[in-house]
């Protein structure tokens, strides 16, 4: 019933830019709070940010100031623009959508994001 699909992840060297999208359907895109996680091999899953329904954001600490996440009502479709990426940033990065704190979690199957040289 809820899908939702990322898309844009790739290689890319250090310093550089990507920009992954995630594209829903199956649910009420515009009350969901959307947000991006990521996991690297051999860690747990982080949160990487968090976008509600009324546009206000949520960073970790470890990409603040590098990565946006933005939201596209009309195309049901929520972004993460990463930039200055770093080695570290090496991971797969999975949509998440969830309405109200006691509302099920949906996940995407997740895109892969390198930053090597």
């Known amino acids: 019933q809820v899908q939702l699909v990322e898309s844009g992840g790739g290689l890319v060297q250090p310093g550089g830019s990507l920009r992954v999208s995630c594209a829903a359907s199956?649910?009420?895109?515009?009350?969901?709070?959307m947000g991006w996680y990521r996991q690297a091999p051999g860690k747990q899953r982080e949160l990487v940010a968090t976008?509600?329904?009324?546009?206000?954001?949520n960073y970790a600490d470890s990409v603040k100031g590098r990565f946006t996440i933005s939201r596209d009502n009309a195309n049901n479709t929520v972004y993460l623009q990463m930039n200055s990426l770093k080695p570290e940033d090496t991971a797969v990065y999975y949509c998440?959508?969830?309405?109200?704190?006691?509302?099920?979690?949906?996940w995407g199957q997740g895109t892969q994001v390198t930053v090597s040289s």
């Open positions: 199956g649910i009420s895109f515009s009350i969901s709070t």
């Open positions: 976008i509600n329904s009324g546009g206000f954001t």
């Open positions: 998440n959508a969830k309405i109200r704190i006691w509302g099920p979690n949906y």
